[in-house]
């Protein structure tokens, strides 16, 4: 013979079983089926409520209530960020736009290095001359010139250098409120990836 399904067999534990609670508004005699947080200050404590009740208290929830449009922003962005602390790109709160334009930065920057941006070369970069006046004619070449703001005759090394100092001033990182920052800084690099194919050739 099987056992019944409703044995004590089956009965796992007085804890599991549901418990009849009564519901926690005032004056209510129903079963408190319905659990519902108590505050926003913890959420994980419960009102438990009749059907009825639970319909009134969701209709009544404002979990703002009582706080400024400032708390309630605040609240919001750490929920959005899953209340991780953020920081700009940079890591400070400024932007640097203006200090990778200035002539001093750029001038620190090449003081720093002696004048010898070798660091920044690339594999291709090595194999440019460096010390080879080039006379650029053809007509993508002086496009090009132009872009970096160079004129003939210009060597492998001023092309480089005048690159990075561009690159680094239009970086979109470092222009974050200016749209126009990414697509200079892409003719930026073509004009130098151009540059560097007469150089090499």
Known sequence: MGTALNSLAFDIG??????????????CEGIGEFKAPKNRNDIRSYLWLCLDHIRI?????????G??????????????????????????????NSDLTSPEFTQTCYNYYNGDLSAFETNSDASMPESDAFHLQEPIALSA?????????????????????????YHPDTNTEDPTAEEKFK????????????FTS
Request: charged share 35%; aromatic share 12%; glycine share 2%.
């Open 57 to 65: 208290y969701n209709k009544e929830w404002n979990y703002y209530a």
């Open 67 to 96: 706080m400024s449009e400032q708390e309630i922003e605040e609240d919001r962005k750490r929920d959005t960020l899953w209340d991780r602390a953020t920081w700009p790109i940079s890591g400070k709160e400024r932007n640097y």
């Open 14 to 27: 007085p804890e599991n079983k549901k418990k009849n609670r009564e519901c926690d508004w005032p004056c």
């Open 145 to 169: 010139l132009n872009i970096l703001g160079l004129k003939n005759p210009v060597t492998a090394t001023e092309a480089k250098n005048n690159y990075k100092i561009l690159v680094k001033r």
């Open 187 to 198: 003719e930026l690099t073509k004009a130098y990836e151009t540059l560097k194919t007469f």
